[in-house]
């Protein structure tokens, strides 16, 4: 299978008053066409900064992508100029936001923030922009669309608002959409509002999605492919039935053991990760889990375990197999 | 289940309208915000009572109103015997030593001009329960129950994390010893792994001191870990409650069938095989609520009847109390 987009050692660093911060230390996955992938860490672990970096979204200074590779379309978007990314920003790969709010522009009306991406991208004429606007927000369910296009971003609730934001970015029909937790903040019954339109959205136009969260339940529900971050490293990837059946990683297995589940008559108590989250002032030599990890080797603190696969379509980053609690093979 | 004795708080009808001003020099009166319409429960010492509900459904507001730091409009907040709304602020006073609060924002609830120490150490001394060097003293035992180390009593809050924070609220809503504490969503703000470790603490705590919580929290799958009961409100209303298993296995009313059902739940296959209820619309405003049951524009199952008849709040079993025309 041909790959869509191919990151490679991603890296990318914030230069602040007290250090340089590592938010993303040397990230690799692929997406394949359609396919839709969760990437799922608690906040601070570089999940978006990864993802703002592959679309050179990173304000520079502070921010600065020191390394690594993002292929897409036979081309590598850190090496494009700034007029090239910016035709592929919005038509080829666009992406939604948490917060539904700030990511519009609160003096322009909503018919002229969809029409926009469509008279820069596809050379559309006014008239054609509006006519295809309309027709995008029918399909993300907003009702009187035609009459809603005049309307500005504070007359919508936040469900009507992200539903919004995902028909612009679904407006130039892009092969890759990234969704950078826009479900977060949401009452669950709109959350489960927006995940069913975008399961049905991608089932009919077909892109993939790179899926941001903290919640893995939503990932269980959506994703194909699920990469766990921690520390600006992806520690864990599989399949997503695969990974909630056989997590390997100290890590998921403690983020899975702090989750309570509201389907499940068990009252067990909650496993929680001791201590707090590295502050990355630097790139550590050794397993940035391992302070705070159970199954903690002595290996572990001197050598950094590499993403290495474990069975197929299973990738970890671990010395232990947290089953024996033994070194891996 | 525990016998009358044990009810800590009883609350009766209580209702809270916010009213709607127009209007610079002349002010008038032109609504209410109807955000807590007629809602009656108990919390029994020792228990936990979950309130749950989606965003502006009024439940950080009954908190509050519980504890008196918002005025009921009408009805009665019993708590060990004494109507709190009747009380005097200097009786009030004395009694919310005995009533404590956990605030939903770890950052903006603490004052980050005084050391962790004084914040702590404060309600002992303004109740004039403490000296300075009893209050030390305390501020010392209350750190280690919490899980912090005692030589950061003379840090800043800035100097903790988030969920390091909300162990600080959490010691200074046990300073004063309370018998009930109303949490209002205090781990929402935090990390998944940060929020286990507040909930097992909360847990030690609650049977260390018997202690009674109000939860207040979105978050269904952690209502359930944590709670002995469970309400579940919509615009205002209580329109479930029930004993924890029996709400979350045998839920009633047709929001609480929706809203459990739109939980989702790491686990691809039992997500694949679950039945979805997705509710159509957003919540309606709280100024002009649906006549008759207010959850009807949403409701699935919601027939003419619903326009007109409100329905009863009635208990269908044993401590399972709904507010539908079908339930039952």
């Known amino acids: ?329 | 289940m525990t016998s009358s004795d044990d009810v800590l708080l009883h609350v009766e009808k209580l209702v809270k309208y916010f009213p709607i001003m127009r209007g610079i020099i002349f002010q008038k009166q032109v609504g209410f915000v109807h955000a807590v319409d007629n809602i009656s429960f108990d919390i029994h010492r020792g228990e936990t009572l979950g309130l749950v509900g989606e965003s502006g459904c009024g439940k950080s507001t009954t908190g509050r109103a519980i504890l008196q730091l918002q005025k009921p409009t009408s009805g009665q907040v019993i708590f060990e015997g004494v109507d709190l709304v009747t009380l005097k602020p200097r009786e009030l006073r004395k009694m919310r030593r005995k009533m404590q609060m956990i605030f939903q924002d770890p950052y903006a609830s603490l004052n980050p001009r005084m050391t962790i120490g004084e914040i702590i150490g404060e309600p002992l001394r303004l109740h004039g329960l403490a000296n300075r060097k009893e209050s030390d003293e305390q501020v010392v035992v209350l750190l280690m129950l919490v899980g912090l180390n005692p030589a950061y009593a003379n840090r800043f809050p800035h100097e903790f994390s988030g969920g390091q924070r909300q162990r600080i609220g959490v010691a200074r809503s046990l300073s004063l010893n309370p018998s009930l504490i109303v949490c209002d969503e205090p781990i929402s703000a935090l990390d998944v792994s940060i929020q286990a470790q507040v909930v097992n603490l909360l847990e030690e705590l609650q049977q260390k001191f018997n202690l009674a919580y109000l939860f207040i929290a979105h978050d269904l799958s952690m209502v359930r870990h944590i709670s002995t009961r469970v309400a579940v409100m919509y615009l205002g209303w209580i329109v479930e409650l029930a004993p924890r298993d029996e709400l979350f296995s045998h839920p009633l009313h047709p929001y609480t069938q929706a809203l459990l059902s739109a939980v989702p739940i790491p686990d691809p296959e039992a997500e694949e095989n679950r039945k979805r209820i997705i509710l159509e619309g957003d919540v309606p405003s709280p100024v002009n609520p649906p006549s008759g049951c207010r959850f009807r524009t949403r409701c699935p199952v919601a027939k003419k009847d619903c326009q007109e008849q409100v329905p009863e709040y009635r208990e269908i079993t044993s401590g399972h109390f709904v507010a539908c025309h079908f339930a039952g």
């Open chain 1, 1 to 329: 299978m041909t790959e869509l987009l191919k990151v490679q050692d991603l890296k990318t660093q914030f230069l602040t008053r007290d250090g340089t911060v590592h938010a993303v230390n040397g990230v690799s996955f692929n997406l394949n066409p359609g396919e839709t992938l969760g990437i799922v860490g608690e906040s601070g672990c570089g999940k978006s900064v990864s993802v703002m970096s592959i679309l050179r979204l990173i304000q520079s200074p502070p921010g600065k992508v020191v390394g690594g590779k993002a292929i897409f379309d036979q081309k590598d978007l850190m090496q494009m100029s700034n007029e090239e990314i910016r035709q592929v920003r919005g038509s080829k790969i666009s992406m939604i936001f948490q917060d539904p709010m700030t990511s519009f522009n609160p003096v322009l009306t909503i018919g002229r923030q969809i029409t926009e991406p469509l008279e820069e991208h596809m050379g559309m004429s006014i008239k054609e922009a509006r006519k295809h606007a309309v027709e995008m927000l029918k399909i993300v369910g907003i009702p009187n669309p035609s009459d809603r296009m005049n309307d500005y971003p504070h007359h919508f609730s936040g469900g009507m608002r992200q539903r919004v934001m995902i028909a612009m970015a679904l407006t130039c029909n892009p092969q890759i959409l990234i969704a950078d937790e826009p479900t977060t903040a949401l009452d669950v019954t709109i959350q489960a509002q927006i995940l069913e339109l975008v399961k049905h959205l991608r089932d009919t136009l077909g892109m993939a999605i790179i899926w941001i969260t903290h919640d893995l339940g939503i990932i269980a529900g959506l994703a194909d492919r699920v990469a766990v971050m921690y520390a600006g490293y992806i520690i864990e990837e599989a399949l997503v039935k695969e990974f909630y059946k056989n997590f390997q990683h100290p890590y998921s297995l403690g983020l899975l053991g702090s989750l309570p589940r509201v389907d499940l008559n068990d009252r067990h108590k909650l496993v929680p990760i001791e201590g707090l989250p590295p502050v990355l002032y630097e790139d550590p030599s050794y397993c940035p889990f391992a302070s705070r990890c159970r199954f903690k080797l002595e290996r572990c603190s001197i050598e950094k375990p590499n993403l290495l696969p474990s069975s197929l379509e299973h990738r970890v980053a671990c010395w232990v197999d947290p089953k024996t609690g033994r070194e891996r093979q």
